[in-house]
């Protein structure tokens, strides 16, 4: 088993940036495809943006040109920088790892943007 593990969340004004990580513990295999996805409340979680092994990426609409996933293999730690962040991008953000079957998620981090 692998718990990946949030951290870089907190508050930051509209216009502002920060940068997600999430890493695995106790992992000793190639992990397929990372994912950022989020959760306001009241609403449904919905997915950011995902990275496949490859390098593939693909993003929500909400998010493109703002925000940016990457990867580093050798870690298996994924990273999200996000800019010119809205108040809607206020959320619970997770991190989820999928290899072959399996899937594992994160406990979360907040971001909260407002000034």
């Known amino acids: 088993q692998v718990q990946p593990v949030e951290s870089g969340g907190g508050l930051v004004q509209p216009g502002g940036s920060l940068r997600l990580s999430c890493a695995a513990s106790g992992s000793i295999f190639t992990i397929d495809d990372m994912a950022w996805y989020r959760q306001a409340p009241g609403k449904q979680r919905e997915l950011v943006a995902i990275i496949t092994s490859s390098g593939n990426t693909n993003y929500a609409d909400s998010v493109k040109g703002r925000f940016s996933i990457s990867r580093d293999n050798a870690k298996n730690t994924m990273y999200l920088e996000m800019n010119s962040l809205k108040p809607e991008d206020t959320a619970v953000y997770y991190c989820?790892?999928?290899?072959?079957?399996?899937?594992?998620w994160g406990q979360g981090t907040q971001v909260t943007v407002s000034s």
């Open positions: 989820n790892f999928k290899w072959r079957l399996y899937s594992y």
